[in-house]
């Protein structure tokens, strides 16, 4: 028997607080579609079970977002009587429940109506909007009883959009989702009505509207201002899904720059196997972005498509599995007109001077330097952190964070204990930015004077002919313990020679070689001890490898080759006047100068 399905009849609360307070793991979701919150409590991965007030709000935030999503698809796969019976149900369930602000929010929350955050109730509303345009495209038969939901989340829209441009949010990521539910309700309602949308002005051109937030929220580089990349795909899909049925041609040419950028930002940062690294705040790995990276990658091929973005859609394929709802096959003629020109392939090395990122791909490895602005709210404590990606295979990547409501937790995944950056003294960075000192072809090298007081570091990364060259170095006022983190997401193994650099090796689909020296003379201690791994389980132990010297100035180098990469690495060595010699098996040698 087909498991019973129902919409739940309370109002949701924050999806953050849907997490274990004991190992910080997302709770299984259970059957969201049957609107009853788990027997017994939410299930943690370690066997407990959770059940409280903020909990069961979280769940029905998930519970009310993907029938919304699911009502989206079976307005696509022609079940039109039952989307439109949910849909009513919907309305009426709306009336009932939403007449006010939610009193329950925290206060720092823009606060919504069905759910604790007006985000929330924003992102819902899109889904909904576009369920009613979908059906009627065929027929406005049985719409009508629909247009009271829609004309409230219109106005709760504009109501809220108001309050946060009343407080110079303009730029927030808010007013990108606020804008696209006003424009998904109200173009739902004028299809509904068999009318000509006329919200143009409104949402999409007005001194609030979409135009007017990417305007002011992406950087010239192209990266949303919080340098986040769930956040800066998070505003892109809201941006494309508000553009429905709008001719490409049609956008003012500084948002459709905008918007090229934003794609060729994505298209950069990812692996040739479709990694998304999780820089700043956002999941490390979770099944409904999973099914966002698929919907914005169908909706951005129709704009300015990018042939990098296609292995980011078949990572998000592989990682779902069976909890595919292919609602991003549905989404074709997305747009009023043909896509504008394909994008250029990504460069071996890219800066993002802004953002403050650097991309360097280069003999099977895909290496991203940080130095940039802390990042506002969703920030980390992580300047001239180092992360080291193959195609498929995290070996040192950016960990990503945990929901937002484990306080403990989520200190620690913004910490730099937790990211692949060097230490003072053992204490934390403060919030801080760097700044790039030079970069061409081939390396890229960056400063930060501010993590600590009185401590300069300079990391610099060149592409060798077969390996990544990595050198750091960091110059106090006076006698530190300066250290240099290696934060792997993968098995690492760490060897010890008697003479010569320390050597590692980092598993996964594919493998990495690592060859870890410093100043001569400097006494260097490498340490190994287990640190949780990525956010998505920080149960998951790691080999955490911290390499301390006390000093007043220290270069930590290390070379790193992809195994599958040659001619193989024979040796490596760092002299006292800051040259690194790297030979190769064919003879070969290469030299590399540190920072002076």
Known sequence: MAALRRIARERGGWWHAYVCPAHGVELDHGDLLSGVFPAGGARCAYGCRVDDEAVRGAWLVLSHQAWARHLRVLAHQGERAQAVARLVEYAGLYAELATERHG???????????????????????????TVITLAEESTEHLAAVLPLLDDLERAALDARDVLTGQGHLASNYTAW????????????????????????QWLEGEHGLYAHLRVAVADDGWEWEGSTYYH???LRAALLALRRTD?????SDVVDVLAAMTDVLATIATAGGILPALHDGPYLRGPLALEWLELVALAQQLVPSAALDAVAERARDELGAHDDRLDRELGGWFAGPPLPERPVPAPVTVFSTAGYAVLRHAGVHALLDF??????????????????????????DPGQVPYAHAEFRDLYASTEAHPSFRADYAEQAECMGKLLGS???????????????????????????????LLTVTAEDERRLTAQLRPGVALDIQLQAAGPVRTTWYGDETLHGW????????????????????DDPQRMRSRVDFTAKSDRITFASVYQAASAGPAVTGVELDGDGLLTVALADGSTARFRTED
Do not use: C
């Open 104 to 130: 329950e929010a925290q206060t720092w929350m823009l606060r919504g109506r069905l759910f604790h955050q007006a985000l929330t109730d924003a992102i819902w509303a899109v889904n909904i909007g576009h």
């Open 178 to 201: 606020l804008n696209a539910a006003g424009v998904a309700a109200s173009r739902g309602a004028a299809a509904a009505r068999g009318q000509e949308w006329g919200g143009a002005k």
């Open 248 to 252: 490409p041609a049609a956008v003012p």
């Open 440 to 470: 061409d072809g081939s390396r890229v090298t960056a400063e930060v004077t501010t993590a600590y007081e009185g401590v300069r570091a300079v990391r610099q990364v060149a592409l060798g002919d077969s390996y990544l060259v990595d």
């Open 516 to 535: 870890h020296i410093h100043t001569p003379g400097a006494a260097v201690r490498p340490v190994t001890r287990p640190g949780p791994g990525p956010a």
């Open 372 to 397: 940039g602005p802390h990042g506002g709210s969703h920030g980390h404590r992580d300047k001239l952190s180092l992360y080291l990606y193959g195609d498929t295979t995290p070996w040192q990547p």
């Open 233 to 235: 795909g998070f505003v």
